[in-house]
Structure formats: C-alpha cells, structure tokens
C-alpha cells in the first residue's frame, strides 16, 4: 500500500486559493489518487480524483506530479464551509491522518 | 443527505457485551464498506461487501464481523466489546466495488457512535 505524508494542518483566509499537499513516493502505476473531505461531525465525502493528468470539479483542481509521486488538491476560493478535514488516498480505502483545513473570515 | 442510512445513531454499552449496527445504502449501490474511525487510529477500512459477497477486508479484528444481505443492506456485528472499540462507525456504499487501486466515489452515511463503559 501506498504511504502517504500530508501536513497535519493549514490555514486559509475566505476566498483565497488553497494548495492541500500530498506526499505518496510508493504509489503503484495503476493506483488512483483520491481526495476525501470530512466536515465536522458528518461522514467523510467524495471531492476528486485522477490517475495521471491534473483534473478539474466544480468542488476543486487536482494537480499531479508528472512522476505521481505526489499531488496537490487546490481549492480557487476557500469558503468557511470548505473548513474540514482532508484526505489524500492513493489506491484504495486507506484513509491517513489528513489535513485539517481551518479558513479564516 | 448522502442517500445512506445507518441506526442507531447512538448505542451506549457495557465490556463484554456483543451489538449489531445496520446500514442501508443508497438506492442501486451495490457495494457496502464499514469503516471505524477513533481519536488514536483516525479512520480504517473494515470491511467491503459486494453484491452480498465479501470483497476486500482491512484492519477488521475476529471479534467483528459483518454481512450483507440480499436486500442489499449490512450489518457490522462487534462482540466480547472492550473500552477500546468505543468510535464512530461509518457506513458507505457505491454502486460497483472498488479494487484494484481504483477507490470508486463512496457516498457515506452519518455513522454511528460506539461508546463501550
């Protein structure tokens, strides 16, 4: 499986762009890299995900290395609600630690 | 609402004892996934159901088991419960398995909290 490494927190102000790093230097070739969101006391929820070229969502960007050894989830225009959690899962169901996005009015 | 339900949403128990929690999915998923998610351990895959069949295990301990039914919903069975089995237990489901590096879109239900006295 692949291990993942992301900063444990970070820190937005309200609509300014965030950049959610991902370190996952063992990913295998055919694994996906999703990202998953858990805002407070709710369920965790799909937010994007991409094999090898960067992708876009209404929710968010996924921009990956061109060696996948690591990705960033960059969100345009952080809101109070995008404040959560955020998972970075290369491959399958294995959920780190994340990171937690706290965003400032 | 991600379409998935989970009861109860509350279960308070003693050590020793054994207790069934229950999810349904969203209408047309076939696919089931249990996940536990404690203050130490962060969130870890259980166990997936595919079609009523087992698909793919993670750090589920042999006191838990679990099933999934020909109506599609599941059930996750804890016994012989110790004071470290107290979290939340997620549900989610996605209409085909994910495998194979590939972790399908899963929809999750608002869990259930375990707290073992």
């Known amino acids: 499986d692949a291990k993942t490494t992301q900063p444990n927190s970070m820190e937005s102000n309200e609509e300014e762009p965030v950049h959610l790093p991902c370190n996952h230097s063992?990913?295998?070739?055919?694994?996906?890299i999703h990202w998953y969101r858990q805002l407070p006391s709710q369920g965790p929820e799909y937010v994007i995900h991409?094999?090898?070229s960067n992708v876009n969502n209404r929710m968010a960007s996924l921009a990956i290395a061109e060696d996948r050894k690591s990705s960033t989830l960059i969100l345009h225009r952080a809101t109070l609600r995008d404040a959560a959690v955020y998972y970075c899962?290369?491959?399958?169901?294995?959920f780190g630690a994340g990171t937690r996005l706290t965003v400032k009015p | 609402d991600s379409g998935v339900t989970q009861t109860p949403k509350h279960l308070i128990t003693a050590t020793g004892q054994r207790v069934t929690l229950r999810c349904s999915p969203r209408?047309?998923?076939?696919?089931v996934y249990w996940y536990q998610q404690s203050l130490d351990q962060g969130l870890q895959f259980l166990i997936q159901?595919?079609?009523?069949?087992?698909?793919a295990k993670g750090n589920i301990l042999e006191r838990f088991s679990a099933q999934q039914f020909p109506d599609l919903h599941s059930e996750l069975n804890l016994s012989s419960l110790e004071l470290g089995d107290s979290a939340l237990y997620f549900c989610?489901?996605?209409?085909?398995?994910?495998?194979?590096?590939?972790?399908?879109?899963?929809?999750f239900g608002p869990g259930t909290r375990l707290t073992v006295l």
């Open positions: 989610a489901s996605s209409v085909v398995a994910s495998g194979g590096g590939k972790m399908v879109e899963q929809f």
């Open positions: 063992t990913i295998s070739g055919t694994d996906y």
């Open positions: 991409g094999l090898t």
């Open positions: 899962i290369p491959g399958d169901m294995r």
């Open positions: 209408s047309g998923d076939l696919s």
């Open positions: 159901y595919y079609n009523g069949e087992e698909r």
